[in-house]
């Protein structure tokens, strides 16, 4: 049976660990069908319009503010959930109690101690919250450079920063979406491997464009302001 459950573990970590390899390629092969990668052309995008007119400065500073807020959500809750799981982890009376859940696993998949799960979950939990505070960091560098209008390298530096902050701000959703799956491992490994296959679906869903939508460009003239489609692009992130 311990070889069994195991095995289950590797099956959801290769569902999971295959969608990511999957993603990935569609991210630098077809950017455009990923709100990742369609993401990631309008921030460049975005960084020369906000410096190529210091009247469009004062939005770029909203933009990061509310970036940055949302970074630090993250980071409080990362910060509580820490403590919630050392508190769970060092109260034997709790530790008995949340040791006792997996043993309602349907099959019988139940001989992994839930005190190594407990470690696994701090584990993603930590590497959520460095990731967004890196994004924070990197966001707060964003703002020094937004100032440098009409500077090609300060536009350049400044989509490269707001690029790697996008990142990490992925990257520390990516851990807290993890967080599903490894919570629902603590009653049991058959739970985990449902709730790594409803991951994957549900990932699928907030990473591909698939449903299309028209889009309008803002036509700037003289005391009006007029809106002009485009065409059909993905809907934005």
Not at 39 to 48: K, P
């Amino acid at each position: 049976m311990p070889l069994l459950e195991w095995a289950v573990v590797a099956v959801s970590g290769c569902i999971l660990l295959g969608y990511h390899l999957w993603w990935q390629w569609m991210v630098h092969h077809r950017p455009e069908r990923t709100v990742y990668g369609a993401t990631l052309i309008a921030r460049q995008e975005y960084i020369n319009k906000v410096m190529s007119e210091p009247k469009y400065v004062i939005m770029g500073v909203q933009t990061l503010r509310n970036a940055i807020m949302a970074c630090s959500l993250l980071t409080s809750s990362s910060l509580v959930l820490l403590a919630f799981i050392l508190g769970a982890l060092l109260d034997q009376r709790k530790a008995e109690d949340i040791y006792g859940l997996a043993t309602i696993d349907p099959l019988g998949l139940s001989s992994i101690p839930n005190s190594l799960k407990l470690y696994i979950v701090c584990v993603d939990v930590f590497f959520g919250f460095v990731s967004s505070l890196q994004s924070v960091r990197l966001n707060m560098l964003v703002g020094f450079h937004i100032f440098v209008t009409n500077d090609e390298a300060a536009r350049v530096t400044a989509g490269n920063l707001l690029k790697s902050a996008g990142s990490f701000w992925t990257i520390a959703l990516r851990w807290y979406y993890l967080l599903v799956p490894l919570t629902m491992w603590v009653f049991g490994t058959s739970s985990l491997l449902l709730g790594s296959l409803l991951l994957a679906a549900w990932l699928y869903y907030v990473d591909i464009r698939v449903n299309r939508i028209r889009t309008f460009e803002v036509l700037d003239g003289p005391g009006h302001m007029e809106m002009a489609p485009v065409g059909e692009v993905a809907p934005p992130s």
